[in-house]
């Protein structure tokens, strides 16, 4: 079986964000990049289904990206992939995630991956949607916001997060793309030998330009950080005089109390 | 020049700082108090199953061979979160260490794979004793030759991790005789051997969760090969590992030192006094500034010997400026800390006592300051002199 992982890397969400001189996306200088949390999911279930399995599993990780991804792809590895693919893309972020998702599409077309592990989101752009184009793209299943996930034989079993507390479960025969979100699993730290023994793992680059497809459908018109909005209201004094005044503050200004 | 880490520096770097943040720092100030050692022990069993036991072992044995830059990384983002778990996991990383430099094969595949995999939640390195500290060539205990046993006879002091040990190693005097130094061995005791008793435990200033305590050797009978590297070579092997322990210990300490800094410095941001926020004051920016210079300045010392040990090239010197410098501007550090936090510094309340009495040994273990300085001095006068 071949599964292929798609991972990305973002900045710590901790950071500090501007926006770049183009106004179009942020500033990407003096940040630090780690793995997007939701593809940290995915590989933890990849690994998972080696385990399951056996080494007749082969697992891809494949990443989109200036050099500093390969850091990504290496953690990949360490938790236990087998191979890696980094396609070099200085701007990835001019990329809009039907380029993205054509662009793993046209690297995977003909290497007939069974099932392709991904993020639900990545923690910067957000847009939930490469998992979900690729497997159109490839003619897969697919499954997203994925909270359980069960492979026998080329059946497929996950739990879906839905919306309003609600989950779904799904059937679907491989070939499948799946988007894996919080919860699904406890992803592992990779282990220092491990870190070291990926070294001799394979890693394989490529240009964008060789799997470079269709133009942008949308384009970032303008990225800026939310005005700032008023104060809070902090009330403080005898409890009983903050309670009438909380009270009266929720029937001036809300619909709470009526 | 290249100042940057490599990829695997990096990812163990990152390892090391999730792990402490995640499982570590939370029962960090627990541990402090004391009547947890098994959620402490549980945390040196999830750090060996990482591979941070023996991070400059060869994967033969179980390790990870990253090397001393990735050691001194990892040791310093443990640190930050566990002083008492750091110096654990070096001292582990020091006992693996002098094995597999001058251990037999058997010696080296009967203990270091258990340190390195958990199996032993730790070794111990058993050089101090109550008269030898700073001069180990002073030391009494003593080893003699009955037939095809060892006998062991006296009292080590100061001894990490006695009572969880799997393994002991020992130095004793074997040639009374010899010039001073020249007549002490190194020998591997297993933890239950009779004779070797774990005696009482330290009442210390810090770093509480990691055990310290006295060991005394009483008769202790052990078999004719358990002596590690040569005959009369012992003082050699302690004094040599030991450069590697202080990139340890120095790394240690500027985990806490950051650790201290990090949390005042977050700290007076939003601390309003005279209606202002604290860091408007010079006097606190200067705190600022001046720790984390000082640290900054640690932890490339502590690289520069890091990267001479990796390439092979002498790095005695630059290992005790390294442990010298660090030690004291992280103890420095958690002064200001502390001073920047007022009354809430000195409460237990906030992590900024601990962190003061975590960091104050580090000049003290693994050699003081003052021994630093005086193999920095000899080093300089030697290469003075040969010019």
Redesign the interface.
């Known amino acids: 079986m071949k599964i292929l992982v798609c991972v990305k890397q973002v900045p710590d969400m901790e950071s500090r964000f501007k926006v770049n001189s183009e106004g179009v996306w942020y500033d990407e200088k003096d940040l630090a990049f780690k793995l997007n949390e939701y593809d940290e999911f995915a590989l933890e279930q990849a690994v998972r289904v080696k385990e399951q399995l056996g080494n007749t599993v082969d697992i891809t990780v494949l990443s989109i990206g200036p050099d500093r991804v390969v850091e990504a792809i290496k953690k990949g590895l360490a938790m236990g992939g087998d191979r890696g693919i980094h396609i070099k893309d200085d701007h990835p972020w001019q990329k809009d995630p039907w380029q993205i998702a054509s662009v793993i599409a046209a690297f995977a077309r003909d290497k007939n991956f069974d099932l392709v592990f991904t993020g639900l989101q990545s923690q910067d752009r957000g847009s939930a949607q490469v998992g979900g184009i690729l497997a159109e793209l490839l003619g897969f299943a697919c499954a997203t916001t994925l909270v359980a996930f069960e492979l026998n034989g080329d059946l497929v079993t996950v739990r879906q997060e839905l919306d309003g507390g609600m989950c779904a479960i799904l059937k679907f025969k491989l070939p499948a793309v799946v988007t894996c979100q919080m919860g699904l699993n406890t992803p592992r730290y990779p282990t220092l030998p491990n870190i070291m023994k990926a070294r001799q793992k394979e890693l394989l680059a490529f240009p964008v330009t060789n799997f470079i497809g269709p133009k942008n459908l949308a384009a970032t018109e303008r990225m800026y950080l939310p005005e700032k909005k008023g104060h809070g209201l902090v009330l403080e004094g005898d409890v009983n005089e903050v309670a009438d005044r909380l009270v009266g503050v929720l029937k001036e200004k809300t619909t709470v109390l009526r | 020049m290249d100042l940057e880490l490599s990829?695997?520096q990096?990812?163990?770097q990152?390892?090391a700082r999730?792990?402490a943040q995640a499982e570590l720092e939370p029962v960090a100030a627990r541990l402090d108090q004391g009547g947890d050692q098994a959620a402490f022990l549980d945390n040196l069993k999830k750090l060996a199953?990482?591979?941070?036991m023996g991070?400059n072992v060869r994967?033969e044995y179980?390790?990870?061979?990253?090397g001393m830059v990735?050691f001194s990384l990892?040791i310093t983002e443990i640190a930050r979160a566990c002083a008492s778990t750091a110096v654990t996991v070096s001292v582990n990383n020091l006992v693996c260490s002098v094995i597999q430099s001058v251990g037999t094969e058997i010696q080296k595949k009967t203990y270091i794979p258990k340190i390195c995999s958990g199996e032993f939640f730790a070794g111990s390195f058993a050089l101090t004793e109550p008269g030898a500290g700073s001069d180990p060539a002073s030391m009494t205990t003593s080893a003699v030759l009955h037939g095809n046993e060892w006998v062991l006879n006296g009292t080590k002091r100061f001894i990490t991790s006695a009572p969880y040990a799997g393994v002991f190693i020992v130095w004793a005097v074997t040639d009374k005789a010899a010039p001073k130094g020249k007549g002490i061995s190194c020998f591997l005791v297993p933890a239950g051997t009779p004779g070797l008793v774990v005696g009482r435990a330290e009442q210390k200033m810090g770093q509480h969760a990691a055990a310290t305590n006295e060991v005394i050797l009483e008769q202790c009978h052990i078999s004719q090969d358990a002596i590690l590297g040569t005959l009369n070579g012992g003082l050699r092997v302690a004094v040599g590992e030991l450069l590697g322990g202080r990139i340890g210990i120095g790394s240690l300490a500027l985990g806490v030192g950051l650790a201290a800094m990090d949390y005042a410095t977050r700290y007076a941001r939003d601390r309003v006094q005279f209606n202002q926020e604290i860091t408007r004051f010079q006097a606190i920016q200067w705190m600022i500034a001046d720790a984390y210079t000082e640290l900054e300045a640690a932890r490339l010392l502590l690289m520069q010997a890091a990267f001479r040990e990796e390439r092979g090239k002498a790095f005695a010197r630059e290992a005790a400026m390294a442990k010298l410098f660090a030690t004291e501007a992280a103890n420095r550090a958690c002064y200001s800390a502390l001073q920047m936090a007022g009354g809430y510094g000195y409460s237990k309340e906030f992590p900024l006592e601990r962190y003061a009495r975590d960091v104050r040994v580090t000049s003290i273990y693994e050699g003081t300051s003052e021994i630093q300085r005086t193999i920095i001095a000899r080093e300089i006068l030697k290469e003075i002199s040969q010019g």
């Not at chain 2, 199953?49 to 941070?52: A, D, E, M, N, S």
């Not at chain 2, 179980?62 to 990253?66: E, L, P, R, V």
């Open positions: 990829q695997e990096k990812l163990i990152s390892t999730e792990f199953g990482l591979g941070f991070l994967d179980g390790g990870a061979q990253a990735a990892a």
